[in-house]
């Protein structure tokens, strides 16, 4: 057994069958320098590198409109995560809390979201900064950030006090 996938004490296991996943359509892939756990932030920073959604070209035109937007969410799937503790101790000292109590990646379905600032956009390659996933993560989905409703520029049609 690989070493993060070990149980640390006080730790539980849902004693549940292979997950049945939902058909969720993966829309490209993230790069980002990080190919090691160990070296990975555990949560986006806006002053850390770089990072790029490679969004896979059939996707381009859902990006029309974005590049208004300083900050943007992106979902993606944790996709080197276990996916059955019901506890976690994520200091490994015997402490635990519950797994919807964390914003771990292991649980049942493991998707990771950042608010994070968009840096640029050139054919469907999206450049952010930053985030806190593996080189290689599946990009799962893109959404302006929507609790500051506030495009860099007006719509193209439309206005703000009646988006389209
Ligand atoms: N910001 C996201 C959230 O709050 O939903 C993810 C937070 S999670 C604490 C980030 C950690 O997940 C990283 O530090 C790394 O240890 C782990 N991680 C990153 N990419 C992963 C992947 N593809 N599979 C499994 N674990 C990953």
Known sequence: M????????NERVAEIGPADDASLRFIGTIRTPWSDRKDCPRQARDDGPECQLIVDPAWKD??????????IEVLYWLDRSRRDLITQSPRND?????TFALRSPVRPNPIGTSNVRLVGIEGSVITVRSLDC???????D???????????????????????
């Not at 015997?94 to 519950?98: L, M, Q, Y």
């Not at 593996?134 to 799962?140: I, V």
């Not at 609790?147 to 520029?153: D, F, M």
């Open 2 to 9: 690989q070493e993060d996938q070990k149980l640390r004490s």
């Open 62 to 71: 859902a990006l029309d409109g974005l590049e208004d937007y300083d900050r």
């Open 94 to 98: 015997g402490r635990t809390v519950g």
């Open 134 to 140: 593996l080189d290689g993560t599946p990009l799962l």
């Open 142 to 164: 893109i959404k302006p950030d929507r609790c500051a409703y506030s495009p860099k520029a007006l719509p193209k049609t439309g206005t703000l006090d009646q988006p389209l």
